[in-house]
Nanobody
Framework: QVQLVESGGGLVQAGGSLRLSCAASGTIFSARGVGWYRQTPGKQRALVATISSGGSINYADSVKGRFTISRDNAKNTVYLQMNSLKPEDTGAYYC???????????WGQGTLVTVSS
């Protein structure tokens, strides 16, 4: 069974930093794209950043220059370094594992990030 476990969320003041981690188990992590999505009350989950199995990276325009996604395949972990945080970055952050061949996509349980002004 594939599992994703996020950690690193919390409360931070505007301008501060947080680092989210997502550890995967039960799958060949290196062969699958992974990403982070954010959800706020009443809204759908929105892409924050993704990184493919080959290392190609994509960011939402709102986080470019402030957030950095990276992966450590040896540790089956993806990271999201968030700097210069803004109140509008507040939300639940979910780790996502892309589907591959017969393998379904997987979502983590989410970690809450709150940025105070």
């Amino acid at each position: 069974q594939v599992q994703l476990v996020e950690s690193g969320g919390g409360l931070v003041q505007a301008g501060g930093s947080l680092r989210l981690s997502c550890a995967a188990s039960g799958t060949i992590f290196s062969a699958r794209g992974v990403g982070w999505y954010r959800q706020t009350p009443g809204k759908q989950r929105a892409l924050v950043a993704t990184i493919s199995s080959g290392g190609s990276i994509n960011y939402a325009d709102s986080v470019k220059g402030r957030f950095t996604i990276s992966r450590d395949n040896a540790k089956n972990t993806v990271y999201l370094q968030m700097n210069s945080l803004k109140p509008e970055d507040t939300g639940a952050y979910y780790c996502h594992l892309d589907p591959r061949l017969a393998l379904a996509e997987v979502w983590g349980q989410g970690t809450l990030v709150t940025v105070s002004s």
